[in-house]
């Protein structure tokens, strides 16, 4: 079993940045890619962006890309996404999820969602 749990949201003015954290904890051995996604309220579930547990690839949406990075500390068995420039679409609740294959569309462990609302 994996555990994750992500920190960092809160409430941020449009253009402005936050920084997510998931840290990873159990079988961290098994994960091979991590994937961050949000839901706003009404919508479905989308990917955000998706990086290798290596960190050698990532893939970020249309939506975010330029704006928002994500990365790893594979020391602290933790991912992180900066959201910068950030947008009142963008608010919605985001997620940390992982994956033991890379790449994947599955992903078997997710972690209980931080919300991040931008105001205009």
């Known amino acids: 079993q994996v555990q994750l749990v992500e920190s960092g949201g809160g409430l941020v003015q449009a253009g402005g940045s936050l920084r997510l954290s998931c840290a990873a904890s159990?079988?961290?051995?098994?994960?091979?890619?991590m994937g961050w996604f949000r839901q706003a309220p009404g919508k479905d579930r989308e990917s955000v962006a998706t990086i290798r547990w290596s960190g050698s690839s990532t893939y970020y949406a249309d939506s975010v890309k330029g704006r928002f990075t994500a990365s790893r500390d594979n020391a602290k068995n933790t991912v992180y996404l900066q959201m910068n420039s950030l947008k009142p679409e963008d608010t919605a609740v985001y997620y940390c999820a992982a994956g033991s294959s890379w790449p994947t569309a599955h992903y078997q462990y997710w972690g209980q969602g931080t919300q991040v609302t931008v105001s205009s």
């Open positions: 159990g079988r961290t051995f098994s994960i091979n890619a």
